[in-house]
Structures are given as C-alpha cells and as structure tokens.
C-alpha cells in the first residue's frame, strides 16, 4: 500500500506514477489517494484525455463504479491553464496523452504540487505505451499494479487483446482485452503469428 510521505517542505511537490495492464485497479488506486487528499481540505483537480469517452464525459468512472468529476483536456499543455490554486493533481489514462505531458507534470510538481499519474505502461504488443516511460522516469513514486491472468491465475502485467485489430488505440472493455501473465501472453501472441 502506497504511503505518502511526509512534507518537510510545504513547497515540495513531487510525481508519483500508477501503471499496470487493464483491469490492475489503477483508476481504483488514483481515486483512493484523490479522495483522501480531498477529505482533508486538499484542493483536487482531475484530467483526463478527451479520447478517452468510453463511460462519461466528465466522471473517472473505474470498473467497479467508483467515480468523481474530471475535466476532459485535447492536449497534456492545456492542464497547466486549469492548475491555478490546486494542491492535488490527478491524470487518468495518461498512456492516451500526447509526448508533453511529463514536461507539464515536471512543471507543476517543480511548482509544489503533488501530480499522480494513472496509466497503462505496456499497449496491446507489450510496448511501452506513450508518455508512461518518461512519466516514471520523472517519477518520485512508482507503484506498478496487477491483474490476475485468466488463463492461469498468476500475477498478470499484460493488456492481451482479443478482438482482431492493429491499432494502438482501441479503447475497450471486457470482450476486447483479457490481463495476462508474460507466459500467456506470448502463447496467445505467438498463436495470431501463426494464423
Ligand atoms: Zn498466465
């Protein structure tokens, strides 16, 4: 369980990376660290990248229904406009936002804020996905979470994709990505090669 640390320094901000495959519980962990921050007067701020509409427009909705108010942003710059008077930043889905976004979270942790980032680290091929390499290399903090493999019950890292499609971008739910451990992974990965 991830324990803040303690501010020496009122001016001190700091960034600290959630990653993981789908269904890790990253939304689930970024939530539970907002909603402590606002329960003791923190003022909270939440981004989200506009691609991302599967549920709601404005909620962070996580799997199990968890949710609060966000605000959609086009591209990682404009969430410098609205960080005026925060103490608490919190980025969803961050593997969808465009290369600036460490640099903007380097700029306002540098401002005293606390950023916490949620993301996946790896796509659908098991690359590393987007900002999320930089964001960690930045990071304070890192937290990697897991899923349990469907096909085996062990510790599972990877977002496998079912549905037959090459993009990188195909947000989906249950029937399009199953979590699964490397060994699985590979097996199903080494599999579609062979169709
Ligand atoms: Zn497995």
């Not at 495959?21 to 660290?33: A, H, I, N, P, V």
């Not at 404005?58 to 799997?63: A, E, G, N, P, Q």
């Not at 990682?76 to 903007?104: C, H, K, R, T």
């Amino acid at each position: 369980m991830f324990i803040e640390p303690r501010k020496y320094n009122i001016h001190t901000g700091w960034i600290e990376v959630i990653c993981g495959s789908m269904f890790s519980g990253k939304t689930e962990e970024l939530l539970r660290r907002l909603k402590r921050a606002k329960f003791a007067h923190q003022r909270v701020e939440i981004f989200k990248p506009q691609i991302d509409t599967r549920y709601h427009q404005t909620l962070i909705v996580s799997h199990d229904d968890n949710q609060i108010q966000s605000n959609p942003v086009g591209v990682a710059e404009n969430i410098l406009l609205y960080s005026n008077e925060v103490d608490v930043i919190g980025i969803d889905e961050a593997q969808f936002f465009d290369n600036q976004l460490p640099e903007v979270c380097n700029i306002l942790a540098s401002k005293g804020i606390r950023v916490i980032v949620a993301g996946l680290d790896m796509d659908f091929q098991g690359q590393p996905f987007g900002p999320m390499p930089a964001l960690m290399a930045n990071a304070e903090f890192i937290t990697k979470v897991h899923a349990i493999c469907v096909c085996c019950g062990n510790p599972a890292g990877y977002s496998y994709r079912l549905a037959d499609s090459d993009k990188t971008i195909l947000l989906g739910e249950k029937q399009e990505y199953e979590p699964r451990c490397r060994t699985c992974f590979n097996q199903g990965m080494a599999l579609k090669k062979n169709i």
